[in-house]
């Protein structure tokens, strides 16, 4: 459809648009929808254009924008404001996140409020809070089976209190970042209960069926999420008597996205939460969105289209929101949510890295980087105004999704190795200190995702256990080294809470019988204050990892190359125990800083000869930025001791 055309049903839209809305003072809001409409309706037609009602569905999409902006606060307007003259302000090196449960951390929303000073003392200005919609008291999948999307849980609390919080976090120019569930409901929610009693409209809300016969056709191509605890993809409901497609637990309806009226009311969720003050939306198993038989039904192009439309539509009414993309999928397909643009994230301005983490955990185990290094090789380049979300643990499972081919490149069989990492951090090994659990075991394959706290992952548990002093420096060390890379590589370090002060696995969940079966919930701990006031006593492993993390961050936020504007380069040294790159600053080449990683439990060097410009510092010596010393040098080779690392610049 031509432009002009577009803009001729823009008119008619307005001309018929509710009266409530056209008294208001939409001055910003006619301004980005002209600029934007275009690309709006034009994917709104592409996705449902074929649809009797597709005027109808266009008048509702942009009455529903219109009532958001209306209902956004002057705040938050003008921090849109400023926010679009600063187009690249998320891309700063001076952002650090921190990913949480309310519950586990302070008790509720409140409590939260009360520790905002615990985060101004490490240093985190971002805070992911997950999920805290209305769910059930029993199965929810963490809180991601939500059945009010508008309500917060009564367990953490309030709207108020979230409005509370979401107001003392700005105040201290602390960004809020929080969950919105877009691929299902709970079986639960007001949508489902209207389905189940038979009213038709809610029942295309889902994907639900009289019969197997199309159930089965989705099946021959789709694989399943958790096979060995909720086998198949679709449920038998017997009160609604029909089948409901059901992809990840039977409690979690999947909605159905070919019908406008749930993308409509969607886009209404993600607004109404922005309006609530949040910066940045996490949006929760985006590459699940598009159902097509005879697909895995993933990473479907409708699904970009989905996240396109959703983008644009926010760029009208809170354009200084972001979206987080959460797609842990193949490093080729997680750079496509950030959009194809050259340039702009059209789609998701943020993604998680979650090839970077499992990569990391590789080079923990084997104690080398060859596959480190390969599969970095291998991962896409971001587009310019996107970024990574870096981070080492999360609420979630590890898994170990690199690409076979890597694997084989750096001369491992995929199976094998795989198993050898499954075993490494179950402790199956004489010479492992892990203390991991399996998630998701399947015993015919014996394939694997792998849960555990980073503290007892990497041996402190065990260390702490054994009153081992070396085994608990280099589990310290460890940790911090994983900390330090992911403060350097490019993109915003997400640290997982509990991780800051050696946190270790919390067995309290085999007690609760809706989570026993869940071993994820071993590394979503409940922080004991009392020892976490530890971090101010130094001889504690809790002070050793806090003090340092608390200076890691407080550097990074001082050095600009690590701002995130695509400027790394991989270097190889040639030696398989080391990950080494170069951050460096576009426009003056000589701002640049050597960031190098030890894998090893033995100390290694580097000739800093065949580092081209960094054997012969223009300007002097090398210094480290964060111990403020000179590094360990012997005839221009650089020592890097055990399970340590270098932010080396030039003095």
Partial sequence: ?????AHTLLNDILNEIEAGISKQDLRYFYTRLGANFYAIHSLFERLYGHRDDFKEQSQKLV????????????????????????????????????ALYSHGFAGNLQGMKEHLNYFQELGVNLVHIMP?????????????????FRKIDERAGSLKDLNELARSMHERDILLTMDVVLNHTSDEHEWALKARQGETKYQDYYYTFENRNVPDMFEQSMPEVFPETSPGNFTWDEEMQRWVMTVFNHYQWDLNYSNPSVFIEMLDVILFWANQGADILRLDAVAFLWKKIGSTCQNEREAHLILQLLKDCCQVVAPGVLYIAEAIVAPVEVTKYFGEDAVIAKECEIAYNATYMALMWDAVATKNTKLLNQGIKSLPVKLERATWLNYIRCHDDIGLGFDDRDIELVGYQPAQHRKFLIDY??????????????FG???????????????????????????????????????LLLHSLIMSFGGIPLLYYGDEVGTTNDVSYLDDPYKKGDSRWVHRPVINWDKAELRNQPGHPQYEIFTALKRMIAVRKEIDVFADFNNRELIDVGNEHLFVFERYCIQQQHQRVLVVANFNGKPQHLNLDELGSWGNPQNGQLYDLFSGQRPDLFKNALVIPAFSFYWLQES
């Fill in 1 to 5: 459809m031509y432009e002009q055309q």
């Fill in 63 to 98: 009455e529903a924008m219109a009532w958001q902006y209306i209902h956004r606060p002057e705040d938050l307007r003008q921090k849109d404001i400023e926010r679009e003259a600063d187009h690249n302000w998320f891309l700063s090196q001076k952002w650090v996140g921190m």
């Fill in 132 to 148: 805290i919609m209305q769910c059930p008291k029993g199965s929810s999948d963490g809180g991601y089976a939500v059945s009010d």
């Fill in 425 to 438: 951090y179950m402790g199956r090994f004489d010479h492992s200190h892990a203390r991991g659990l399996p």
């Fill in 441 to 479: 075991e399947n015993e015919k394959t014996g394939d694997a995702r792998i849960s555990g706290s980073l503290a007892s992952l990497v041996g402190l548990e065990y260390a702490l256990e054994q009153g081992d002093s070396q085994a608990i420096e280099d589990s310290i060390n460890i940790i």
